[in-house]
């Protein structure tokens, strides 16, 4: 999932309704193609086409988990919850991604069997034109999941919308295998076609699997992610000492982030406050969902020659310019 380049603020409100209005549209149009695929394939006899029907059921399945998990990934933090409810999406993905792995073993079976006990293929141009149909609109609906996805960084929809786009590339295939078997090629082409199916979607599911465990076993976000995070916090050096201890983690939809910021003893905790709150509200601009912890820390004198803000006062400034001025000396007397 790419990261955000230049979101406007996320409102919870309409995340939640523009990933559940995708995630029933998905629902929709697995439930209509179903019908059509089942219907095709035992009229035509096709092996293929009956285990596109089982995608798209798998599919349907898919898309009620990843609806049933944003409707809850979009309740607020309760008390059972205190970091909210984003790991719905993550759990949902994985499920997913399991869900994929189960209808490629059956299509690969259904292909092997197809393939040594054979069969026939009637009314190929049918189940080509269904088939070819229903690519059509896998691509169209994952397309537009994935731009809700592209907005809204939901990864329950992100797997929903790669099981779509992976049967409408299966589709494509099939589509191709009826069309050469409508030209006079042996039925055999059937199974062939049906095999790498199974290959391209135990492919998707490897990935889709990595990323869904990633967030549920709270791995650090992405070095580029997090640089862009900590390139804002860097942009306020000058009201602040340093900062360390950052650590960062994702769920569904949301980021984490907790740092510890080093501040003058000269600064007082409302001004501390106001930057802190300052930092955090320009990382939730850019990076909308993003929850920030800042730890504020007093400055002991160890940090003074990193720091950048200039406080003619500061008791610990001068005499630490002074012991390094000192120690470089002591070298050079020594050499």
């Known amino acids: 999932m790419a990261p955000p380049e230049a979101h406007t603020p996320m409102n919870t409100e309409d995340r939640s309704r523009a990933t559940l209005r995708a995630a029933t549209t998905a629902i929709a149009s697995n439930s209509a193609l179903i019908l059509a695929k089942i219907v095709t394939g035992l009229v035509c006899g096709s092996v293929a086409v009956l285990s596109e029907a089982l995608h798209s059921a798998n599919d349907l399945v898919a898309s009620l988990i990843a609806f049933l998990s944003l409707r809850k990934a979009s309740q607020p933090a309760d008390r059972r919850h205190p970091y909210g409810h984003g790991k719905y999406e993550s759990l949902s993905a994985l499920i997913e991604a399991a869900l994929i792995f189960v209808a490629a073993a059956a299509i690969v079976y259904m292909a092997v069997r197809r393939a040594i006990v054979g069969g026939t293929v009637e009314h190929s141009w049918v189940a080509a034109v269904v088939m070819g149909g229903s690519a059509v609109v896998n691509m169209a609906v994952s397309t537009y999941l994935l731009r809700v996805v592209e907005r809204h960084e939901s990864i329950a929809l992100e797997a929903d919308a790669w099981h779509l786009r992976t049967d409408a590339y299966t589709c494509v295939g099939v589509f191709l295998g009826m069309s050469a078997i409508a030209l006079g090629a042996p039925p055999i082409v059937d199974p ?144």
């Open 192 to 335: 062939l076609v049906a095999l790498p199916v199974g290959l391209l979607i135990v492919h998707r599911a490897y990935f889709l699997s990595r990323d869904a465990l990633r967030q549920l076993l709270d791995r650090a976000l992405p070095r580029d992610e997090e640089r862009r995070i900590l390139d804002i916090v860097a942009k306020h050096g000058e009201q602040f000492v340093e900062f360390h201890d950052v650590r960062s983690r994702r769920a569904g939809g949301e980021r984490h982030l907790d740092l510890h910021i080093v501040m003058c003893r000269s600064v007082s905790v409302s001004e501390a406050h106001e930057v802190a709150d300052h930092m955090e509200r320009e990382i939730a601009e850019t990076f909308p969902g993003t929850h920030v912890m800042m730890h504020i820390e007093p400055c002991t004198g160890s940090e003074t020659l990193q720091c950048r803000r200039w406080d003619r006062k500061c008791p610990y400034r001068q005499p630490a310019r002074e012991a390094v001025a000192a120690t470089a000396v002591e070298r050079r007397e020594q050499k």
